[in-house]
C-alpha cells in the first residue's frame, strides 16, 4: 500500500486545539494557584488583624480566580474530549465559549465597581492610606506577576503544524464521496502567509488579571493623592473611571468571541478571498462558499464550485492545501 493509499485509509480525527494550548492551559493553572493563595492569605490576615481593607481585596480576587477556573476548564475538557465523536467539528471552540463567559464576568465586575465607587462618591467613608496604599501595591505586585505568565494573551501565528492539531483533511464531493487525508506542514516560501492566531480563552483570563492590575495602579494614584491633598472622592472617582475601561475590553473580548461561536465572518476576510482567487485561477466559479474558524488557528471550508472542464475535487484541493489556515475542506464540483 503506498504512502498516499495508506492516508486515504486513515480515520482522520477533527483534533482542532491551538499550537500552545497544553502551555496555556499549564500557566492558567499556575495562575490561578497564585490567585487563590494570595486571596486565602489576604483574607486570613485580614481577619487576624482586623483589617477590613485586606479582607475586601481578598475576596474581590476570589471573583477573579473564578473567572480563572472557568478558563483552566474549558482548556482540560476540551483537551480531554478532542478525539471525542460527539464533537462534530472537535472542541476547538470550547476556548471561545470560555472567554464569552469571562467577557461577562468582567462585564460584572465593571458594574460592581462602578456601583460601590458611585455610592462612595455620594456618601465618602474614612480611609486608611497607608494600609490601603500597602494592600494595593501587593495585589499590584501578584497581578504583574500573572500578566507576566499569561503575557501574550493568545497572539500567534499559524504554521500548520503543532503538538495538539491533529491531522488537516480535506472532504470532497462529487458524485461518489472522496477522502483526502494530508498531514500538517511547515510554510515554504511562496506559499500564502501565516494568520495571527488568538487565543480567546487565554485572553480572557489575561483581561481579568489586567482588570486587577489596573484597578490597584488606580487605587494607588487615588489613594496617594488623597493623602497628600485630602480628596477622599478622588478614589470612587478613579474606580468610576477603571469601571468604563474594564467595561470596554469586557465588550471586546464579548463581541470577538461572540462572532466566532456564531460563524460570522466580516465581509472583508482575507481566507474567503485568497480561497476564492485560488479557485478562480483554475478557471472555475465559486458558487457558494462557507469559512468559519474551528478553533484558534484552524478554520474550515465549505466550496461549491461550477467549471466547464471540472477536476476532481482532489485537484482543487491540492491547491488549496498551501493555505495553513484551512484545516478541514470540503469541496463539491459541478459542471457549468
Not at 485630602?230 to 472617582?237: Q, S
Not at 460570522?264 to 481566507?271: H, N, S
Not at 465559486?286 to 465549505?302: C, E, K
Request: charged content about 15%; aromatic content about 8%.
Amino acid at each position: 500500500m503506498t504512502d498516499h493509499e495508506e492516508r486515504l485509509s486513515s480515520r482522520h480525527q477533527h483534533v482542532f486545539l491551538g499550537e500552545d494550548h497544553r502551555r496555556n492551559e499549564t500557566r492558567t493553572w499556575i495562575v490561578i494557584a497564585l490567585t487563590t493563595t494570595t486571596m486565602v492569605l489576604e483574607i486570613a490576615a485580614g481577619s487576624l488583624f482586623g483589617s477590613m481593607a485586606l479582607v475586601a481585596d481578598g475576596w474581590h480576587m476570589s471573583t477573579h480566580a473564578a473567572a480563572l477556573l472557568i478558563a483552566a476548564l474549558a482548556y482540560l475538557y476540551a483537551r480531554r474530549h478532542a478525539r471525542d465523536p460527539r464533537f462534530t467539528f472537535g472542541t476547538g471552540k470550547l476556548g471561545d465559549l470560555a472567554g464569552f463567559a469571562s467577557a461577562v464576568v468582567l462585564a460584572l465586575v465593571a458594574l460592581f465597581i462602578a456601583f460601590e465607587s458611585t455610592k462612595r462618591l455620594m456618601a465618602p467613608v474614612p480611609i486608611d492610606f497607608g494600609q490601603a496604599i500597602a494592600v494595593a501595591s501587593f495585589g499590584l505586585a501578584i497581578n504583574l506577576l500573572c500578566a507576566f505568565l499569561l503575557g501574550g494573551h493568545g497572539h500567534g501565528h499559524s504554521h500548520g503544524h503543532g503538538h495538539d492539531h491533529g491531522h488537516k483533511h480535506s472532504h470532497g464531493h462529487d458524485h461518489d464521496d472522496h477522502h483526502h487525508h494530508q498531514e500538517h506542514g511547515h510554510h515554504h516560501p511562496g506559499e500564502a502567509p501565516s494568520r495571527p492566531v488568538q487565543d480567546n480563552n487565554l485572553r480572557g483570563a489575561y483581561l481579568h488579571v489586567l482588570a486587577d492590575a489596573l484597578t490597584s495602579v488606580l487605587a494607588i494614584a487615588a489613594l496617594l493623592l488623597g493623602s497628600l491633598y485630602g480628596w477622599i472622592w478622588l478614589d470612587p472617582a478613579i474606580g468610576i473611571l477603571g469601571a468604563l475601561v474594564i467595561a470596554r475590553w469586557s465588550f471586546g473580548l464579548m463581541r470577538d468571541t461572540g462572532r466566532v461561536l456564531i460563524d460570522f465572518v466580516p465581509g472583508d476576510d482575507d481566507l474567503s478571498g485568497e480561497i476564492r482567487r485560488v479557485i478562480e485561477a483554475e478557471g472555475a466559479e465559486v458558487n457558494d462558499l462557507h469559512v468559519w474558524q474551528l478553533g484558534p488557528g484552524h478554520h474550515g471550508a465549505i466550496v461549491s464550485l461550477a467549471a466547464r472542464k471540472p477536476a476532481p475535487p482532489a485537484f482543487y484541493r491540492e491547491r488549496l492545501s498551501h493555505i495553513a489556515a484551512l484545516s478541514h475542506v470540503t469541496v463539491e464540483v459541478e459542471a457549468a
